[in-house]
């Protein structure tokens, strides 16, 4: 059935008709279609558009032809042309006249759109409970580690002794960042096109603060023309979605790195790990692997809606069409990833003992040598200059910085004495980092608790 059929001649070509049907993927739509037309139906209805006990004829079938979906009893039908189509066919059989009068004052234009938004609405909060849930998990584990000592790194060269926490903490910062992004991507899908009908609005006299309020959207688009061609809030989920999988590639970059024979910093759990069909020894980090390559197809899904969209002239093209797939499959992965991921990570074996020796060598405590000479009135410059020459000593002697003599420190300056050891373990390199975003287990503790608060309130 078409619903356009009246001024057509000939049939649609099959094949014309297959490529041109959404209703393959946009059958996931059915709930948020059939809210849409029972909140305008009744709108009709009290309006005095359509009679009342239309209205209610209509309503009456929709929550039956709901209910049959779920449970199974009504197959959506595939080779309707939309989810839109499909319903509205379904409702005209059960409800007859009434069902016909449904689409007064309406277009799937509007339709769709509004569709859409209570979809993506729906989906960044189920999102970002699953983030709140990695990030906890996150906060859980740097509340373990506040004392693990680990090398942070930059250039992948170990650079300064950070803990295990405070790198913890670094991506439970991006992930404050995403749920900022995926309310503001919320925030603007919460506009309701309805009443803009195909293009230019109508002449009925439509309630659409009625329909507003009973489909919980927060405003009603101003302009009829934009409510039915904008597709930003697409834009600003996917964006949302390309941050959050960008962050958790760089997560499961580190996760590869630190299972592997030269880190040894994590084990993956058996559960979140696979083996080789030909090397018995092998454990592989193929979740992490796969989020980083999953990474790719979402930032697909935000390039190909910005191509779609940059050449539309206004309003409603076939060509938008297009933004489902995009948006669907984008929500699909990262609903996949998050949980995957957040029993990777709380199943996670953390080896604080290699981390710490990593800490240990490196050098990593060569800028605390440095930063004793200033304290002691040597100009930066020079007090790097000093330390890099007794790097090289280490170097040449195979040992720590620690492990140098007092003679060979004063070799290269006349400033150093004894005191220089208790300035320069791991642990007190970490603990003199007390500037307030640093890693001294003060600032870390705080910052678990700001977390916590900005989390769950
Ligand atoms: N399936 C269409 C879409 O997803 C619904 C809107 C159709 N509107 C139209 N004028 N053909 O965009």
């Known amino acids: 059935m078409k619903l356009w059929g009246g001024r057509f001649t000939s049939a649609a070509d099959a094949a014309a008709d297959h490529f041109h049907s959404s209703i393959s993927f946009d059958k996931r739509l059915y709930r948020q279609d059939i809210a849409v037309s029972a909140a305008h139906a009744e709108m009709l209805g009290r309006q005095g558009i359509i009679p009342l006990r239309d209205a ?11 209910s049959d979906i779920e449970s199974g009893r009504l197959a959506i039908d595939e080779s309707a042309e939309d989810i839109h189509t499909f319903i509205e066919k379904i409702l ?3 409800a007859g006249e009434a069902g016909k009068r449904l689409h007064t004052g309406r277009s799937r234009n509007d339709q769709v759109a509004t569709d859409m938004r209570m979809y993506v609405k729906e989906e960044a909060e189920a999102i970002e409970s699953e983030l709140k849930t990695l990030a906890a998990t996150f906060l859980a584990l740097a509340k373990e580690h506040t004392d693990t000592i680990m090398p942070g790194y930059t250039h992948m060269q170990r650079a300064q002794p950070v803990t295990l926490a405070h790198h913890l903490l670094a991506y439970v910062e991006m992930f404050k960042r995403d749920l900022r992004r995926l309310a503001a991507a919320r925030e603007a899908a919460d506009v309701m096109p309805l009443g803009a009908c195909a ?6 006299p439509l309630d659409r603060e009625f329909t507003r309020v009973k489909l919980g959207f927060g405003a009603a688009a101003a302009n009829s023309l934009d409510a039915v ?3 930003d809030f697409c834009g600003d989920l996917l964006y949302a979605f390309a941050m959050i999988m960008m962050h958790i ?40 692997e796969l ?26 093209n076939t060509d938008m069409q297009e933004d489902k797939e995009a948006v669907f499959d984008a929500i699909d992965t990262v609903k996949m990833c998050l949980p995957v991921l957040n029993g990777m990570m709380a199943s996670l074996r953390l ?8 800490a240990d060598g490196g050098f990593t405590n060569a800028t605390d040598v440095a930063d004793w000479l200033v304290k002691k009135g040597v100009a930066f410059r020079d007090a790097h200059e000093i330390t890099g020459r007794l790097v090289l000593r280490c170097i040449a002697g195979g040992k720590t910085l620690e492990e140098l003599s007092i003679e060979e420190y004063r070799a290269e300056s006349e ?24 890693p001294a287990r003060a600032n870390t503790e705080r910052l678990i608790a700001q977390c916590e608060e900005y989390l769950w309130k």
């Open 199 to 204: 293009l230019a609005a109508t002449s009925y």
């Open 229 to 231: 061609s904008d597709r």
């Open 56 to 66: 209610e004829e209509i309503c009456r079938a929709l929550e039956e032809i709901l």
């Open 92 to 94: 005209t059989e059960r």
């Open 415 to 438: 400033v150093f004495n004894a005191d220089i050891y208790g300035a320069i373990s791991a642990r007190q390199c970490v603990e003199a980092r007390t500037v307030d975003c640093g």
């Open 351 to 358: 080896n604080a003992e290699t981390m710490s020796e990593a």
């Open 249 to 288: 590639s760089r997560l499961c970059e580190e996760l590869v790195l630190w299972s592997s024979q030269e880190f040894q910093f994590v084990e993956i759990s058996d559960s979140y790990a696979t083996g080789s069909s030909i090397m018995p020894q092998k454990k592989n980090p193929d979740m992490a």
């Open 291 to 316: 989020m980083r390559g999953k990474t790719g197809r979402v930032y697909g899904g935000l390039i190909g809606l910005l191509t779609v969209m940059k050449g539309l002239p206004l309003t409603y």
